[in-house]
DNA sequence: TCAATCACTTACGCTTTGTAAGCGACGATC
DNA sequence: GATCGTCGCTTACAAAGCGTAAGTGATTGA
């Protein structure tokens, strides 16, 4: 959805909203919230247990991890799953997460085109 | 782009980086920091200048919002365009700032769809 | 010319993050 | 069955980032 404006160049709104818009702001601080963006792509390319997502980001601690797993879990965005008895939890995306692979898409796709150019 | 997998969900990947890809990490970092997406996103809405900025945003200060526009006028996402000797600044999206339309776009719909749901 | 506004900058305290260490539960090994 | 190692966290503390408020020089307006 793009605004054709006078000028010829393309202003892109979300729905209603001209130029701000409380829930675009939210989600985009939840997203970008540091490390949940990364954590969010690991989920999504079926990494599940603590210690495979921890491991496929590099910097990124125990502490800040658990941290943003548990946001996430408050968000909805994914799923805490213990298995009965014992054994390690998993992590998996609710419906709510899984429709964010549109976003993660749209990123990635703008990472692979800008990420390092000057200009 | 989505890839199928085993059971049926989809798991979606940028480009040819599996499960981290730093340039991505790089991007969503950028984005998310905070008050950079509704600052994107208030420029694509039109807003050319400082105050006109801070204005749209509630609760974005003056120190934060002049760090910001110096952060992502130096990603190249905007530039600073001061009319020759007195006058305003303004700013306005470069395109590699133009660019991230689609993200910005795509934040919007899942916004619009998910943002107050519970699950 | 005097005040008001604009686009910032500086100073300071609080919140969030990074680093490092520790802790209980479980599995494998001796 | 005692020890060792790993896994999934939690705690403690220093550093970085952020919010609030006040200040500054350059323009604009009365």
Not at 31 to 52: K, Q, S, T, Y
Not at 53 to 78: F, H, K, M, N, Q
Not at 82 to 99: D, E, F, I
Request: net charge negative; glycine share 12%.
């Amino acid at each position: 959805m793009g605004v054709e404006v006078t000028d010829g160049t393309i202003g892109l709104v979300g729905d209603d909203c001209g130029r701000y818009c409380p829930s675009f702001h939210q989600t985009v601080e939840l997203l970008g919230r540091r490390w949940n963006g990364v954590i969010l792509h690991a989920l999504m390319a079926r990494a599940e247990r603590f210690g495979e997502i921890r491991a496929v980001i590099p910097g990124l601690s125990d502490r800040l991890l658990a941290e943003r797993l548990r946001e996430l879990e408050r968000e909805g965005l994914l799923s805490r799953i213990c298995p009965g008895t014992s054994g390690a939890p998993r992590y998996v995306l609710t419906a709510k997460g899984q429709a964010l692979g549109p976003v993660i898409d749209a990123i990635s796709s703008w990472a692979a085109d800008w990420a390092q150019a000057a200009d």
